[in-house]
Every structure is written in C-alpha cells, then in structure tokens.
C-alpha cells in the first residue's frame, strides 16, 4: 500500500458519518470499488496482524515449556 492508499484508507476509517455521507454522494463506482479494495487490504492485514500475534505467542510458551524442561532434566541428573 502507497502513502496515497494509506491516506485514502485513513480518511475512510477516521471521517465521522457526516463525512462519509458527504463523500458518498459525491463518489463514482469506481471509487467505491477503491474503497472497498482498500478496506479489503486493511481486513486482510488486520487478519495477518492477529496471526502473528498467537503465534508469537505460542512460541512464548513454547519456549517457557522448553526451558522448564531444560531445568527439570538438570535437577533429575
């Protein structure tokens, strides 16, 4: 996504319902079709953002449990 996108994205996300109202009724099809791409991008990211986030996760507690181990084996000798 461009800086144009990301400003377009912004407007869209952050213009109150008056705003939006406003830029509808002056919007063409193709433009709409922009939106809905860039929102589309957005979800898509957000969906990625909150898959790395359990994973990262996973991986904490997998390394938490490993290095649990690592110490238990140590004392059991």
Excluded: C
Excluded at 18 to 47: C, F, I, P
């Amino acid at each position: 996504m461009n800086q144009h996108d990301q400003d377009n994205l912004r407007f869209l996300l952050n213009s109150s319902p008056a705003q939006l109202k406003k830029w509808y009724q002056t919007a063409d099809n193709n433009d709409l079709l922009y939106a809905s791409e860039l929102l589309e991008r957005y979800g898509s990211l957000l969906d990625f953002e909150i898959m790395s986030s359990k994973v990262e996760k996973q991986l904490a507690a997998m390394s938490v449990l490993t290095e649990a181990q690592v110490v238990i084996a140590a004392v059991r000798g």
